[in-house]
């Protein structure tokens, strides 16, 4: 089935420790997202990717990297965990065939920081 | 300044009647979309509507409708004949000009819904 998988879907994390999200898709969408949710804050953009190659800073980027070898993959990671990136993550992608285009989401991963 | 304003943090519908869900958004710019998401208890995020800002009619899919007034600049989902299936949370958001570079989605906080029978 096309979509956008994510892994892990949850992940306790001791704080100081280093993590990877994984975000892959099978559209071959251009453009790629990572998203934070939080209560009462709806989502935030962390980083985007137009194309492969290239990256982009969203609303809230800081304590997070991401890169984009090739078309599919898009993994967030964060150096250094502390317990405000408890959050959920959710990772989207976009054809940008069109302006009218929706982004696809993934089922999101579950993260918390101790 | 916020971008995209959703000031229902909750609302209450009874079954088979419609309900809409207000959205309000701050943009200088000539050229921009309008989404709607719905995110089940469940989680994922499902994309309902779209519109944009020189569209001439407000969208329909379904059950669904934007109530477009762009000089208020509002963007309001109607769901009409409200099912239990449609208790969710419902985010706007907004996507501002058009090119490569302006893909990337404001959303607002959201309104949850919750359907009663």
């Excluded at chain 1, 800073?57 to 408890?86: C, H, I, M, W």
């Amino acid at each position: 089935i096309a979509g956008i998988t994510q892994a892990p879907t949850s992940q306790i994390l001791a704080a100081g420790r280093r993590m990877t999200l994984r975000c892959t898709q099978d559209m071959r969408h251009n453009a790629m997202y990572w998203y934070r949710q939080d209560l009462g804050l709806g989502l935030r953009l962390i980083h985007y990717s137009n194309t492969a190659g290239t990256t982009g800073k969203g609303e809230v980027p800081d304590g997070y990297s991401v890169s984009r070898a090739n078309t599919d993959d898009f993994p967030l990671t964060l150096a250094s965990a502390v317990p405000s990136q408890t959050s959920v993550y959710f990772c989207a992608s976009s054809s940008q065939g069109g302006s009218n285009q929706p982004q696809h989401f993934g089922d999101g991963t579950r993260l918390s920081i101790l | 300044a916020q971008k995209i304003t959703q000031t229902q943090p909750g609302m209450f519908v009874q079954e088979k009647e419609a309900v809409t869900l207000d959205c309000t958004y701050d943009t200088s710019d000539p050229s921009y979309g309008l989404f709607w998401y719905k995110q089940p208890s469940s989680g994922e995020m499902i994309f309902l509507i779209y519109q944009g800002s020189y569209d001439q009619q407000n969208a329909t899919e379904g059950r669904y409708s934007l109530n477009f007034q762009k000089a208020r600049k509002s963007a309001n989902l109607v769901i009409s004949a409200s099912q239990l299936g449609d208790s969710a949370m419902y985010f706007c958001a907004m996507r501002e000009g058009w090119g490569d570079s302006s893909y990337k989605l404001i959303f607002g906080s959201g309104t949850r819904l919750l359907v009663r029978p």
